[in-house]
C-alpha cells in the first residue's frame, strides 16, 4: 500500500468518525443513536401510530437503552428512525406506554417532551 492510499485511508476514517460524532454518536454510550434505532425495529409500528399496541420486544429494547434520556432523544430523533418512517411526535411517548416507570418525564427532546 503506497503512501498516498494510506493517506487516503486515514482521512475516510477521520471523517466517518467525525460525522459519527457529529450524529449524536456520544449520546448513547455503548453505540451510535442509528445503530441504536436499528434495535427499536420492534416498535417501528408502535412509533408510527399513537393507537397501534406496543410490542413487548418494543419495550424490552427500550428499556436496555437504559432510559438515558440524552441516548433515547438521540435514538428518535436520528436518521435512521427518520428513514424509517417513525413520527418523532409518537414515538417519544414509548415508554409511557410501554409503562416503564422510571422513564424520564418532563425532559425535553428537540421540540418534544418525554410524557
Same mark, same amino acid.
Given at each position: 500500500? &503506497?503512501?498516498?492510499?494510506?493517506?487516503?485511508?486515514?482521512?475516510?476514517?477521520?471523517?466517518?468518525?467525525?460525522?459519527?460524532?457529529?450524529? &449524536?454518536? &456520544? #449520546?448513547?454510550?455503548?453505540?451510535?443513536?442509528?445503530?441504536?434505532? @436499528?434495535?427499536?425495529?420492534?416498535?417501528?409500528?408502535?412509533?408510527?401510530? =399513537?393507537? =397501534?399496541?406496543?410490542?413487548?420486544?418494543?419495550?424490552?429494547?427500550?428499556? +436496555?437503552?437504559?432510559?438515558?434520556? +440524552?441516548?433515547?432523544?438521540?435514538? @428518535?430523533?436520528?436518521? @435512521?428512525?427518520? @428513514?424509517?418512517?417513525?413520527?418523532? #411526535?409518537?414515538?417519544?411517548?414509548?415508554? +409511557?406506554?410501554?409503562?416503564?416507570?422510571?422513564?424520564?418525564?418532563?425532559? +425535553?427532546?428537540? =421540540?418534544?417532551?418525554?410524557?
Amino acid at each position: 500500500m &503506497g503512501a498516498t492510499t494510506k493517506a487516503l485511508c486515514l482521512l475516510g476514517l477521520l471523517l466517518l468518525s467525525l460525522s459519527i460524532s457529529s450524529n &449524536g454518536a &456520544g #449520546e448513547c454510550p455503548r453505540s451510535t443513536p442509528d445503530n441504536e434505532a @436499528m434495535k427499536l425495529a420492534p416498535c417501528a409500528s408502535a412509533a408510527q401510530d =399513537a393507537n =397501534a399496541a406496543v410490542p413487548s420486544s418494543c419495550c424490552t429494547q427500550v428499556k +436496555k437503552l437504559g432510559l438515558n434520556p +440524552k441516548c433515547l432523544c438521540a435514538v @428518535m430523533l436520528s436518521n @435512521m428512525a427518520k @428513514m424509517a418512517g417513525i413520527n418523532p #411526535e409518537i414515538a417519544i411517548g414509548i415508554p +409511557k406506554r410501554c409503562n416503564l416507570a422510571d422513564r424520564p418525564i418532563g425532559y +425535553k427532546c428537540g =421540540a418534544y417532551t418525554l410524557p
